[in-house]
């Protein structure tokens, strides 16, 4: 092998020792000119350089991007198969093996995965060159019937000083439209797929789908434009300068011409691309012969205008203003001047807006300059072949423009008089009209080709990659068949049928302002998508190509959306129209793809700016708080389904805006095995949210116990603030694998962190189905209205069983907990399935009868307070506590020992702040606490929640402290479930802080 740089040799081989002595001396510390091809003799061979290229790039040119497989669509002969020395082991030795041992790469050594990877690093991608593959296809359509036919046309209307300022604006966008191309082709491997290979790869599916279908109507528009043209040039030809000097365009003829050509265009696509490539190098010869044909005739045939400072009759041909090069003619067509009714087209092409119409005519040409890049697939060295092939044809392009420009204005005296706006002028003056008939025809013809092999190579790439989700392979096998001529040129049909329903759109003056804006939108896009990656700072964003900068891109991107709206305003928001809403339907239908997209890494942008700010400060204040959860489970998300989802489900209802992460566990130690376990668990939770939408993130730790596990997940989820804020843990058992001492021991473990806790069992039991009927059937049973709707009840009152941890005041660490529940509650409430079928209802327990009014009133005072909305339901439990005690006048209660005032209006600052639990109706010291034992309490409350459980949907209850030594946690677990066997659904909810804001 030749051109192998030995010391790069040597670190791909991984032996810093050995390596290519053999080789030549490096031309460049690269990898670029050895490549390993197919040779057609031989099988398998070994070359240096692009001593095969035909159209004859130095060997050992600037280009990286070499190395990519040919594509599969392109290739003549079937891959054959390598030779055993290429899949036999060589050791780098320092002398060639000699007779028929071929010398083996380091890079093709190894096992067959690893030499497929490199054969396709090390083959060339494509056989067009820079001429034929690039240069030909983006000039075919810029020197060609606007130059030849409108640009006289343009000079009568404007003058030649706009006109040039035309062209320099036009050269302007080309450059940035050349500049975005470069910059993005020069960033990667190219593969086919042409202008939406670009933008899909660079911005994503969605934006790459979107500009996807734009650019097919761009090139649907190009090609019924370039079939008009035809129509006119023959319609011009056989009118004649005898016949009538007004242009009367026949639209029915038109529509004739255009479907023959079409068909002819048709059937010439069908021989490929590397074989129509030698087809548009005739058309390309055709077409210079007559452009050099036309300025020869100009600037070498004897002048016939003999009218001397005044204006030829109204009767004079095109002919009678030809004087040749002369300064005086030239003077005359420098400005612009008032239009004297010949205008062809009966428009007003004064001012600035009849300078924007001109301008689209001139513009329309050079929407084949995008042509150069449709053939990513078929050109060799792409990377550095298309920047190259585009920059040149942009320049032949304003040059022969500039010219032509020039030519015509110093050959013609008073264009703005010549009959029918000059359009004939260059068939008129040439020597053969039949020359510059051919040479246009045959540029509208190539042209035509080009746009109508890109439609369908868009078609096809934008199905195979799935972006239709009902017109897929998966349900049309013959999409990705090629068993039949139908089956591989379907998208080649489905062009041609699209191209033929636009013929009928009409004359090419009224094609080519959709034309110019469909090419000024695709110039923005690329622009803006260079603009993004360079915004978003990505390290795999260095291109060869570094002629710009975000100043640059951001002008690029702006300027052609600038200059849409003047040209056609109507025209402009429809284009975008369709754009966005393109959008937001491949948003929806696009698979997952693994090529990346832009929007993540624009999200990620954005995402970590504004957490680095919320880091910044420590939330303390409850104002916004909101549950963000972080949900442990331990089941395997495969084999969770029906109403065991319904603690899922149930926190992503309940986390209002709020993170949702569901966190789970590989119980194993720390190795290659627990992590492959780990990245398809990941990815089972991933397809479980997907099939239940739920707007949740999945982590997954390896470790050896649950309670490390949880430790690890409650710690380290999250970003700075962005991070968790409440535990919600499921029941131990059959829902949550793990022991109860273990099960003890993450409470006991969250109740000294900062996270809220909420502790859930019998979810299972919530049935929407029941809950969406309940309404219906209390209505049968006549119930009063405000009974219709089953509960969230929330039992404001202390839970203590008795293995618990008693510290101090009973009520210390029950007042946030209780507060959290009533937040939690209306949360869920205000969520659309419990917004309609349920309603809050706050259940209170008071020790004598004549407290029931005054605690209701104080309960609905503090409703009214925070804002929401629920039924309070005071409980008495004299009849149980002092049945057989004498009742006493007055309430031991300090707080009724004091006139009380129900309105609120006249209660004190404090008084309203104060929560009716900090001063509850059961103090410490009542009859509840001093005459029940922990166990009496317990059952009194069970069955009271037991007597009001048959229209509840969810009990909240706060969660009493667990114990603090090891052995009385299982009489912990076992007393809750005891208590909670025979309730409906029920959260036991712990909290620290207050989540309850009140102040504005």
């Known amino acids: 092998?030749?051109?192998?740089?030995?010391?790069?040799?040597?670190?791909?081989?991984?032996?810093?020792?050995?390596?290519?002595?053999?080789?030549?001396?490096?031309?460049?510390?690269?990898?670029?000119?050895?490549?390993?091809?197919?040779?057609?003799?031989?099988?398998?061979?070994?070359?240096?350089?692009?001593?095969?290229?035909?159209?004859?790039?130095?060997?050992?040119?600037?280009?990286?991007?070499?190395?990519?497989?040919?594509?599969?669509?392109?290739?003549?002969?079937?891959?054959?198969?390598?030779?055993?020395?290429?899949?036999?082991?060589?050791?780098?030795?320092?002398?060639?093996?000699?007779?028929?041992?071929?010398?083996?790469?380091?890079?093709?050594?190894?096992?067959?995965?690893?030499?497929?990877?490199?054969?396709?690093?090390?083959?060339?991608?494509?056989?067009?060159?820079?001429?034929?593959?690039?240069?030909?296809?983006?000039?075919?359509?810029?020197?060609?019937?606007?130059?030849?036919?409108?640009?006289?046309?343009?000079?009568?209307?404007?003058?030649?000083?706009?006109?040039?300022?035309?062209?320099?604006?036009?050269?302007?966008?080309?450059?940035?439209?050349?500049?975005?191309?470069?910059?993005?082709?020069?960033?990667?491997?190219?593969?086919?797929?042409?202008?939406?290979?670009?933008?899909?790869?660079?911005?994503?599916?969605?934006?790459?789908?979107?500009?996807?279908?734009?650019?097919?109507?761009?090139?649907?528009?190009?090609?019924?434009?370039?079939?008009?043209?035809?129509?006119?040039?023959?319609?011009?030809?056989?009118?004649?300068?005898?016949?009538?000097?007004?242009?009367?365009?026949?639209?029915?003829?038109?529509?004739?011409?255009?479907?023959?050509?079409?068909?002819?265009?048709?059937?010439?696509?069908?021989?490929?691309?590397?074989?129509?490539?030698?087809?548009?190098?005739?058309?390309?010869?055709?077409?210079?012969?007559?452009?050099?044909?036309?300025?020869?005739?100009?600037?070498?045939?004897?002048?016939?205008?003999?009218?001397?400072?005044?204006?030829?009759?109204?009767?004079?041909?095109?002919?009678?203003?030809?004087?040749?090069?002369?300064?005086?003619?030239?003077?005359?067509?420098?400005?612009?001047?008032?239009?004297?009714?010949?205008?062809?087209?009966?428009?007003?092409?004064?001012?600035?807006?009849?300078?924007?119409?001109?301008?689209?005519?001139?513009?329309?040409?050079?929407?084949?300059?995008?042509?150069?890049?449709?053939?990513?697939?078929?050109?060799?060295?792409?990377?550095?072949?298309?920047?190259?092939?585009?920059?040149?044809?942009?320049?032949?392009?304003?040059?022969?423009?500039?010219?032509?420009?020039?030519?015509?204005?110093?050959?013609?005296?008073?264009?703005?008089?010549?009959?029918?706006?000059?359009?004939?002028?260059?068939?008129?003056?040439?020597?053969?009209?039949?020359?510059?008939?051919?040479?246009?025809?045959?540029?509208?013809?190539?042209?035509?080709?080009?746009?109508?092999?890109?439609?369908?190579?868009?078609?096809?790439?934008?199905?195979?990659?799935?972006?239709?989700?009902?017109?897929?392979?998966k349900r049309f096998p013959a999409l990705d068949s090629s068993a039949s001529w139908l089956e591989r040129e379907w998208p080649l049909i489905f062009s041609w049928v699209l191209i033929q329903c636009t013929i009928f759109a009409g004359s090419p003056d009224k094609v080519a302002p959709l034309l110019s804006l469909t090419y000024l939108f695709f110039t923005s896009v690329m622009n803006a998508a260079l603009l993004l990656l360079i915004l978003i700072g990505a390290p795999s964003f260095r291109p060869r190509f570094r002629l710009f900068n975000r100043y640059s891109a951001a002008f690029g991107m702006v300027l052609p959306l600038a200059a849409m709206f003047p040209i056609n305003a109507k025209f402009t928001l429809v284009l975008i129209g369709i754009f966005l809403g393109c959008l937001i339907f491949f948003s929806f239908t696009s698979p997952p793809v693994d090529f990346g997209d832009i929007s993540q890494a624009i999200m990620f942008h954005q995402v970590r700016k504004y957490l680095l700010r919320l880091g910044k400060k420590k939330w303390r204040s409850a104002k916004f708080w909101r549950p963000s959860l972080l949900l442990f489970e331990t089941r395997d998300p495969l084999s969770i389904e029906g109403k065991d989802l319904n603690l899922i489900r149930f926190a992503n209802t309940l986390k209002k805006g709020g993170l949702f992460v569901i966190a789970s566990v590989v119980k194993d130690g720390y190795n290659s095995t627990a992590l492959a376990n780990r990245e398809s668990t990941v990815d089972a939770w991933l397809t479980l949210i997907q099939n239940e939408r739920l707007k949740a993130l999945p982590v997954c730790t390896v470790s050896a116990t649950v309670r490390e596990a949880v430790r690890q997940s409650a710690m380290l989820t999250g970003l700075g603030n962005m991070k968790p804020n409440t535990l919600v843990l499921n029941w131990p058992g059959r829902c949550l694998d793990v022991s109860k001492a273990d099960y003890v021991s993450v409470l006991r473990d969250t109740f000294m962190s900062d996270l809220h806790l909420l502790a859930c069992r019998n979810l299972e039991k919530i049935d929407t189905e029941e809950i969406t009927l309940y309404e219906d059937w209390m209505q049968v049973h006549s119930a009063p209205q405000q009974e219709l709707k089953m509960t969230l009840d929330v039992w404001a009152v202390p839970l203590v069983v008795p293995a618990s941890q008693e510290v101090g005041s009973v009520w210390a660490d029950y007042e946030a907990s209780v507060n959290m529940c009533i937040q939690l509650a209306n949360t869920l409430r205000l969520k659309g399935f419990w917004k309609r079928y349920t309603r809050m209802r706050i259940l209170v327990l008071v020790e004598y009868d004549r407290e029931v009014v005054l605690e209701e009133t104080r309960w609905e005072l503090y409703l009214t307070h925070v804002r929401m909305t629920a039924q309070v339901e005071v409980i008495s439990l004299e009849n149980i506590l002092h049945k057989d005690e004498a009742r006493t006048a007055q309430s031991s209660f300090p707080f009724y020992s004091q006139p009380f005032n129900l309105r609120p209006a006249v209660q004190d600052d404090e008084t309203q702040q104060q929560t009716p639990y900090s001063r509850p109706a059961l103090a410490d010291d009542s009859a509840f606490f001093t005459k029940l034992t922990v166990v009496q309490r317990v059952e009194l409350l069970q069955e009271q929640v037991q007597a009001r459980s048959a229209g509840c949907a969810v009990c909240f209850f706060p969660l009493c402290p667990p114990p603090r030594t090891q052995s009385a946690s299982e009489d912990y677990i076992d007393q809750l479930s005891a208590f909670s066997d025979n309730t409906p659904p029920v959260v036991f909810a712990h909290s620290k802080i207050n989540v309850i804001f009140t102040d504005l």
């Open 1 to 473: 092998l030749r051109g192998i740089d030995p010391p790069f040799a040597r670190r791909m081989n991984g032996d810093e020792e050995t390596g290519l002595a053999a080789a030549s001396p490096p031309r460049h510390n690269r990898l670029a000119s050895a490549v390993v091809s197919l040779d057609d003799t031989t099988g398998w061979a070994a070359r240096g350089g692009d001593q095969g290229d035909d159209e004859g790039e130095k060997e050992g040119s600037p280009d990286d991007d070499a190395f990519d497989p040919e594509p599969s669509h392109s290739r003549a002969p079937p891959r054959r198969t390598p030779p055993s020395y290429l899949s036999s082991t060589h050791s780098s030795s320092s002398q060639l093996p000699s007779g028929d041992e071929r010398p083996t790469h380091p890079l093709l050594v190894g096992d067959a995965a690893t030499r497929n990877c490199c054969e396709s690093f090390l083959r060339p991608q494509g056989k067009l060159g820079t001429f034929r593959g690039v240069y030909i296809p983006a000039t075919i359509g810029i020197i060609g019937p606007t130059l030849l036919l409108r640009m006289a046309y343009v000079l009568a209307e404007a003058g030649f000083l706009l006109t040039m300022l035309m062209i320099l604006f036009v050269a302007l966008i080309a450059a940035m439209l050349v500049s975005g191309v470069s910059a993005i082709v020069t960033n990667g491997a190219m593969r086919p797929g042409g202008p939406y290979f670009l933008i899909s790869r660079t911005l994503g599916p969605e934006l790459g789908g979107a500009i996807g279908l734009l650019l097919l109507l761009e090139h649907i528009i190009a090609s019924v434009y370039f079939l008009a043209t035809i129509a006119e040039v023959l319609f011009l030809l056989n009118r004649g300068s005898s016949q009538e000097k007004e242009l009367d365009y026949q639209y029915s003829q038109a529509i004739v011409v255009s479907t023959i050509f079409l068909l002819v265009a048709f059937i010439l696509s069908l021989v490929g691309i590397r074989r129509y490539s030698t087809i548009s190098l005739v058309f390309f010869t055709v077409k210079m012969s007559a452009v050099a044909v036309a300025m020869g005739s100009f600037l070498l045939r004897p002048g016939e205008s003999n009218f001397g400072a005044g204006n030829p009759p109204a009767n004079a041909s095109v002919t009678a203003f030809f004087t040749g090069p002369s300064s005086e003619s030239f003077n005359t067509n420098l400005f612009q001047h008032a239009h004297q009714g010949n205008d062809p087209v009966g428009e007003d092409n004064s001012g600035v807006q009849g300078f924007l119409n001109l301008f689209s005519i001139v513009f329309a040409a050079f929407s084949g300059l995008s042509c150069g890049a449709n053939l990513t697939g078929d050109v060799k060295r792409a990377g550095y072949a298309i920047p190259k092939g585009m920059a040149w044809a942009s320049l032949t392009g304003v040059g022969l423009f500039a010219a032509m420009a020039i030519v015509i204005s110093s050959s013609m005296y008073k264009l703005y008089l010549v009959p029918s706006g000059a359009v004939d002028a260059v068939m008129q003056i040439s020597i053969s009209s039949w020359i510059i008939v051919i040479g246009m025809v045959a540029c509208c013809m190539g042209t035509t080709i080009v746009h109508m092999m890109a439609a369908a190579t868009m078609v096809r790439f934008m199905v195979a990659d799935r972006l239709f989700p009902y017109f897929t392979p």
